[in-house]
């Protein structure tokens, strides 16, 4: 609660961060290139993707073993993002 009394409010936005590794991960189609074009483990973009899904609600990926295909939202909201980065 704030000083007031009054429930937090959800974010309104997801972190840069998740935006930032779902843009890589989106753009190479993999986590482990996401990973290593941002000096972090694969591990930590999986995360972060899983986050990112769980706060949206939408499936952003389609995993297989091998492949990584993004979804007809990640297509979408991968563009949302990139427009949104590159006014950062």
Known sequence: ??????????????????????DAAARHLSFTRAAAELSV?????????RQL????GQQ????????????STGAEYAVAVRLVLDQA
């Open 60 to 71: 952003l990926f389609h995993r297989s073993t091998n492949r990584l295909i993004l979804t």
């Open 1 to 22: 609660m704030d000083p007031l009394n009054r429930p937090r409010a959800r974010r309104l936005l997801p972190s840069l961060t998740a935006l930032q590794f779902f």
């Open 41 to 49: 483990t694969q591990s930590a973009i999986s995360r972060q993707i």
């Open 53 to 56: 899904e769980d706060y949206i």
